[in-house]
């Protein structure tokens, strides 16, 4: 079981035109920085990003877009991003909006072996769209499959050689149910460490989620609104 | 007439010793500052967050540590951490007590329109979706009438909407008003120096006045 590669370049080698990719991250926060960088660089097209959200202009997912390498965004909020704006208005990109605890339910249910769940979020809305309904208790409910992602791209705290996960604050988000829901996990770390070093009690992802780890190097870690109040 | 700071004023009262609270962008964000102090309230961030404190101090700043409009925040003590899918869960399984969020319509059967305008960029809906089609208590933040000056209170909403039959309270500049479905905007309370024309004549949906109507006690 070897799960360490060297870099970025290496941890995506098999990543092709046309590829569906789940990318940890809200908003700015926890982005698999390394690996985007990669994409970018390798240049591979038409592919299909599952995001909470699109990144900025000139960071995170907004990379990809400006180099035209996105078809499709799978996402719940997608407003920072000028160049996004303009695919989307052009035709040149396709938006398919979930609602936020839909998109990371999706993810868990692939976690967990479950072809779909069902939820309330978007009954009686145009979410609901062709979807099977079903009542529960007097209650509707929506039909929702599980994400059937070939790839997922997440960004840890910590990671030990075993593919163990530690995530930092509000960076869990969505790298952990993407982490785990993934069919190949890739995970970028900013530390990453022998197995054994991590306390399994502090463990967050278990590593038999994760196929690949590696190292970042030089996390930029942009602030999208930093707010302040004044000390006194 | 009250401006952003008194609709979150008033806002705040609502809020009882105990609760859970996740607050939306805007307004309701405002809330946090008029919280009485005293009170043990949690504030739930949706990406991943249970015990949100103030902004930092410049030069805390922590990339790491934002709030669900991706400003940097602060923890508190007892602050939990966790992902977007049990962040979503414990919303989903009513955990959470009040739910504060804004809108650009509601109708009088407590529907809710905030996420989309047709032939206008579309953002998303975020997690606005999850949040009114699961929260017990939901309370809309808003002003009465839109920038046009058309009414935002409706007999149905004319927008997209983000959920059905949900909204329990509105709180606008001019008024307090609990929707009760098949009855209509019950007026609750109008803002200091309204009178109950005037938020008559802003509200396009059913105003239900029932007896004198209470001044807000905003103080």
């Known amino acids: ?232 | 007439m009250l401006d952003k700071n008194g609709i979150a004023r008033r806002i705040a009262k609502e809020v009882k010793d105990g609760y859970y609270v996740n607050l939306g962008i805007g307004i309701p964000t405002l809330v946090a500052n008029y919280i009485p102090r005293g009170l043990n309230v949690t504030l739930q961030s949706e990406n991943g967050m249970l015990g949100m404190g103030p902004f930092p101090v410049e030069g805390d700043e922590d990339p790491d540590l934002i709030n669900a409009g991706k400003q940097t925040i602060t923890e508190v003590p007892g602050t939990a951490y966790f992902d977007s899918a049990l962040s979503f869960g414990m919303i989903r399984a009513g955990k959470v007590d009040l739910t504060i969020l804004g809108a650009m319509e509601v109708s009088e059967e407590g529907d809710i329109a905030n996420w989309k305008i047709p032939g206008k960029m579309v953002k998303g809906m975020g997690g606005a979706m999850d949040l009114v089609a699961a929260a017990k208590n939901i309370i809309v933040a808003m002003q009465h009438v839109n920038k046009a000056g058309e009414s935002k209170l409706l007999p149905r909403c004319s927008l997209p909407l983000t959920g059905v039959k949900c909204v329990k309270k509105i709180v606008t500049e001019l008024a307090v008003l609990e929707v009760v479905p098949g009855k209509g905007f019950v007026l609750l309370e109008r803002a200091p120096g309204v009178t109950v024309e005037e938020i008559r004549k802003a509200t396009a949906g059913k105003l239900v006045v029932e007896g004198d109507v209470p001044e807000m006690d905003i103080a």
């Open chain 1, 1 to 232: 079981m070897n799960k360490v590669v060297k870099d970025a370049d290496e941890a995506i080698m098999d990543i092709t035109d046309g590829a569906t990719i789940m990318l940890g991250g809200f908003g700015l926060c926890g982005i698999p920085e390394n690996c985007i960088s990669a994409l970018v660089k390798k240049g591979v097209k038409d592919l299909t990003c599952i995001s909470n959200n699109a990144g900025v202009d000139d960071f995170g997912i907004g990379l990809m877009l400006k180099t035209r390498q996105v078809k499709k965004m799978i996402s719940s909020y997608v407003g920072e991003n000028a160049e996004f704006e303009r695919q989307l208005l052009s035709g040149e990109l396709e938006v398919d909006l979930i609602p936020q605890g839909t998109l990371a339910t999706r993810c868990m249910a692939a976690a967990y072996g479950m072809p779909a769940v069902w939820v309330r979020a978007g009954v009686g809305t145009e979410v609901a769209e062709g979807k099977e309904v079903r009542n529960f208790g007097g209650v509707d409910y929506l039909l929702e499959y599980a994400f059937d992602a070939p790839f997922a791209i997440v960004k840890a705290w910590k990671g030990d050689t075993h593919g163990n996960l530690v995530f930092r604050k509000t960076t869990r988000n969505f790298n952990m149910p993407m982490a785990m829901g993934g069919k190949i996990t890739i995970a970028e770390v900013e530390e990453l460490v022998p197995a054994g070093a991590i306390d399994p009690d502090h463990v967050h992802v278990p590593g038999i989620y994760v196929h690949r780890i590696f190292q970042g190097k030089q996390y930029e870690k942009r602030i999208e609104q930093r707010t302040v109040r004044s000390k006194s």
